[in-house]
């Protein structure tokens, strides 16, 4: 055996060892390895299954939809007003909240092409756990009309241990996303649902209009152009309770005839318009907070498929408005109360003179004798610091 040959022999045998010990190592680990998650849980789309639908309502919402097979629908939705959200849909309920990652991911073919992350969300509970917002949406179906897959990862609710990945599939997008882009063409630039019941406020004693409820007014006569079936346009005008309920009356019914001719002047039909004035008698929300008081000063404008009432029965509607508040007033007023209590103990021929002076009602509804429509005010706190002053100057007059 020459050197040659003896040194090869030294280096095939060193090898082999090296192998043996480099299997024995690799069984070994193998078999003492415990895995720290389970199998991934994959709920992709077949591409023989694959379709996307393409729906909506003309003006109103556009959307693209796929049915992902054993787990719910992918959903991507446009609406007047708003930008495109994504909505992932279970067929089971969420139970628990968790943190999720999006991605998009190229096809196995496109190997140049890298994953990349779109963002992190929140999953919650519930039928539609996740819901992305922009801009995140658009570039996913950015993505999808790219080719690429966008995938939702996140860990297995019950026990944190499974990875679960939920895919979108490109195939067949291309014909579905044509006619989610004409439906788009139709769509206006402000939120219809919010047109239809439209909340306008307004600064403390003020009924001067802001330049956005005047292009929110604008937006009903455009909306009255898609809709034929609007009949009506009613206007409820509030107060906060600051003042006295007199002024408060009046302040409304100055708010409600702004918003009124404010709605002639760009082309409202006079015959659409009805008009009621509450004051402070229907607040939404606390008068306590200077936030609520600052939701309670407004106007609300519904758009109604009933005409509005004709002016006899508008008459006959305030006055029994009118009516009710002096009821109201009436069973709240301290001294009304001083005087059923004296009531209660008059006994006798006494009780039918008491029952003589009580105030009369007419058939109208009306006390005969009315000195004044406001309960007096406690006498344990004084609130002439929470008069607005508008309202003093108002009092003055």
Same mark, same amino acid.
């Given at each position: 055996?020459?050197?040659?040959?003896?040194?090869?022999?030294?280096?095939?045998?060193?090898?082999?060892?090296?192998?043996?010990?480099?299997?024995?190592?690799?069984?070994?680990?193998?078999?003492?390895?415990?895995?720290?998650?389970?199998?991934?849980?994959?709920?992709?789309?077949?591409?023989? #299954?694959?379709?996307?639908?393409?729906?909506?309502?003309?003006?109103?919402?556009?959307?693209?939809?796929?049915?992902?097979?054993?787990?719910?629908? *992918?959903?991507?939705?446009?609406?007047?007003?708003?930008? $495109?959200?994504?909505?992932?849909?279970?067929?089971?309920?969420?139970?628990?909240?968790?943190?999720?990652?999006?991605?998009?991911?190229?096809?196995?073919?496109?190997?140049?092409?890298?994953?990349?992350?779109?963002?992190?969300?929140?999953?919650?509970?519930?039928?539609?756990?996740?819901?992305?917002?922009?801009?995140?949406?658009? +570039?996913?179906?950015?993505?999808?009309?790219?080719?690429?897959?966008?995938?939702?990862?996140? +860990?297995?609710?019950?026990? *944190?241990?499974?990875?679960?990945?939920?895919?979108?599939? !490109?195939?067949?997008?291309?014909?579905?996303?044509?006619?989610?882009?004409?439906?788009?063409?139709?769509?206006?630039?402000?939120?219809?649902?919010?047109?239809?019941?439209?909340?306008?406020?307004?600064?403390?004693?003020?009924?001067?209009?802001?330049?956005?409820?005047?292009?929110?007014?604008?937006?009903?006569?455009?909306?009255?152009?898609?809709?034929?079936?609007?009949?009506?346009?009613? $206007?409820?005008?509030?107060?906060?309770? +600051?003042?006295?309920?007199?002024?408060?009356?009046?302040?409304?019914?100055?708010?409600?005839?702004?918003?009124? #001719?404010?709605?002639?002047?760009?082309?409202?039909? !006079?015959?659409?318009?009805?008009?009621?004035?509450?004051?402070?008698?229907?607040?939404?929300?606390?008068?306590?907070?200077?936030?609520?008081?600052?939701?309670?000063?407004?106007?609300?404008?519904?758009?109604?498929?009933?005409?509005?009432?004709?002016?006899?029965?508008?008459?006959?509607?305030?006055?029994? +408005?009118?009516?009710?508040?002096?009821?109201?007033?009436?069973?709240?007023?301290?001294?009304?109360?001083?005087?059923?209590?004296?009531?209660?103990?008059?006994?006798?021929?006494?009780?039918?003179?008491?029952?003589?002076?009580?105030?009369?009602?007419?058939?109208?509804?009306?006390?005969?004798?009315?000195?004044?429509?406001?309960?007096?005010? !406690?006498?344990?706190?004084?609130?002439?610091?929470?008069?607005?002053?508008?309202?003093?100057?108002?009092?003055?007059?």
């Amino acid at each position: 055996m020459n050197k040659h040959t003896l040194l090869s022999s030294i280096v095939f045998f060193n090898a082999l060892l090296c192998i043996k010990t480099g299997i024995i190592s690799l069984l070994c680990s193998l078999l003492c390895w415990t895995p720290v998650f389970s199998a991934e849980r994959e709920y992709i789309v077949p591409m023989e #299954k694959a379709q996307w639908l393409s729906s909506g309502t003309k003006n109103h919402e556009c959307s693209l939809s796929q049915i992902i097979p054993f787990y719910g629908e *992918g959903k991507f939705v446009h609406k007047s007003g708003h930008k $495109v959200v994504f909505n992932l849909f279970s067929d089971k309920p969420v139970m628990d909240d968790a943190r999720v990652v999006v991605q998009s991911e190229p096809p196995s073919w496109r190997h140049d092409d890298k994953v990349f992350e779109i963002g992190k969300f929140d999953f919650e509970r519930g039928h539609n756990p996740l819901i992305v917002k922009k801009p995140y949406a658009s +570039r996913m179906l950015q993505q999808i009309e790219n080719g690429m897959s966008p995938v939702v990862i996140y +860990r297995d609710l019950a026990d *944190g241990r499974d990875i679960i990945a939920v895919m979108l599939s !490109p195939v067949n997008f291309r014909k579905a996303l044509a006619e989610y882009l004409e439906c788009e063409k139709t769509l206006m630039d402000f939120d219809l649902e919010e047109t239809k019941n439209l909340k306008l406020y307004f600064a403390t004693n003020k009924a001067v209009l802001t330049e956005r409820s005047k292009r929110d007014l604008r937006n009903i006569l455009r909306y009255l152009k898609m809709d034929p079936g609007i009949l009506q346009i009613k $206007v409820d005008a509030h107060a906060d309770s +600051r003042g006295r309920r007199r002024l408060n009356d009046k302040l409304s019914e100055q708010r409600s005839d702004t918003v009124i #001719k404010y709605l002639l002047s760009v082309g409202a039909k !006079p015959e659409m318009l009805y008009a009621v004035n509450h004051g402070e008698r229907e607040p939404e929300h606390t008068n306590k907070t200077t936030v609520g008081r600052a939701k309670n000063r407004r106007a609300d404008v519904q758009l109604l498929t009933t005409p509005p009432p004709t002016p006899e029965e508008q008459q006959e509607i305030e006055e029994a +408005r009118k009516a009710e508040w002096r009821r109201q007033l009436k069973e709240r007023s301290i001294y009304n109360k001083k005087s059923a209590k004296s009531q209660l103990e008059i006994t006798g021929p006494a009780a039918d003179i008491a029952s003589q002076a009580t105030p009369k009602i007419n058939q109208t509804g009306y006390e005969s004798e009315v000195v004044d429509d406001e309960p007096p005010a !406690p006498n344990f706190i004084n609130l002439e610091h929470l008069v607005d002053k508008n309202n003093q100057k108002s009092k003055s007059k």
